[in-house]
């Protein structure tokens, strides 16, 4: 069972940056299985969840189109962490931010982030 623990969410005026972060841990040590993609969904009030960006061990990137220039994913392998870097951020991009990992995403999920974008 892999353990997902995201942070740093919060409010943040439009134009601005955050930088969310997941660790992954687990009962005994997690399997690089659980950890071949780890990413990013996001759920907006109302609305479904959907992919925001996923990388996976291999470097293979997957970013959706509305954050593309953006939104930069990366991840510390060694330190079973990734990171979603948020620059000019909009208020549509107000959701929780929730983390994935597995040998496909959506595998694991974390808890959730709260991001707010005022205008």
């Known amino acids: 069972q892999v353990h997902l623990v995201e942070s740093g969410g919060g409010l943040v005026q439009a134009d601005g940056s955050l930088r969310l972060s997941c660790v992954a841990s687990?009962?005994?040590?997690?399997?690089?299985?659980?950890?071949?993609?780890m990413g990013w969904y996001r759920q907006a009030p109302g609305k479904q969840r959907e992919l925001v960006a996923t990388l996976t061990r291999g470097g293979r990137t997957n970013i959706v189109d509305s954050v593309k220039g953006r939104f930069t994913i990366s991840r510390d392998n060694a330190k079973k962490t990734v990171y979603l870097q948020m620059n000019n951020l909009k208020p549509e991009d107000t959701a929780i931010y929730y983390c994935?990992?597995?040998?496909?995403?959506?595998?694991?999920w974390g808890q959730g982030t709260q991001v707010t974008v005022s205008s």
């Open positions: 687990g009962s005994g040590s997690v399997s690089a299985f659980s950890l071949n993609v």
């Open positions: 994935t990992s597995g040998i496909n995403a959506g595998d694991y």
